[in-house]
């Protein structure tokens, strides 16, 4: 079995594996993972393996909060195994109750962070993210009532997803000025064919040590080997839905990259899964499952190559 390795959180003390779990999938219709059977044989898995990140939001689902209550049931009696993660901040269309459209507000957050405790079935959430910047609430009142919560034992990180550089360091200051705990991580998409995060989130990122987890980091599947000019694996996302990714996809330099891949032995997955995990800042890499042996095979890719810093150099040059 592979030996995962594990990293601190940005400058916090929270430790998690560098592949987490994205549990988006749990829940969703037309995957194994639709139905409590089907997670929980993924959850273990992933536990077995050596995974203790476990990302998910209060959205996910077939219908919202579908994931978290498919993970509650599923996660009884190993929940201190794992590092638990979830978002508020998207519509939940009613079922945190209103919200008018002020979902970082200390009103609203409390509604959220107790729907969430109930569909987890547990006390309390590891690090809780807001899942996209509210125009309408100050940050500063973000950051009061998630502060309030960590004091309550209920949260005990915060993270954010989806903002911007300019959104990262006024989050940071406003913290610091507020003296309330700041976030520790940030989630946004990046992949070697979405680079926007390298302008200016990392950077803010890493100026203000947040560890950096990557959502979308194989480009739904796309990097996982499993996929050529004339298609993949029926049952995939990008087959299913996003047949338009495929169909755009820079072949000939795929092509290339798996060439690169082939001459040292590695195979796309675990290049990709190593290139990620060496930029600064990237803490770890969370992918999708909706079956065990899918778990396996990340977290042996993981570790199976060690890239040189040329290595690294090349296959970011290759997609520019």
Known sequence: MAQIDYRTLGNSGLVVS????????FGRTGTTTETQAGTSLVIDAAIDTGVTLFDTADIYGAERGLSETLMGHALRGKRDQIVLA???????SGANGPDWDARGSRRYIRLAVEA???RLQTDWIDLYQLHRPDPNTPIEETLSVLDDLIREGKIRYIGHSNLAGWQIAEAEFTARIGGHPAFISAQNEYSLLVREAEEEVLPAVNAYGLGFLPFFPLYNGLFTGKF???GGPADSRIMMVRRHLLDD???DTIERYQQFCDDRGVTMLGATLAWLLAQ???TSVIAGATKPD???QNAEAATSWRPTAEDVAYISALFA
């Open 294 to 296: 899918q778990i396996v």
């Open 249 to 251: 996809a820079p072949w």
């Open 228 to 230: 050529n000019r004339d």
């Open 116 to 118: 969430s405790l109930t």
């Open 280 to 282: 600064p800042g990237l």
């Open 86 to 92: 979830t978002k508020f901040g998207m519509d939940m």
């Open 18 to 25: 560098t592949i987490g779990l994205g549990c988006n999938n």
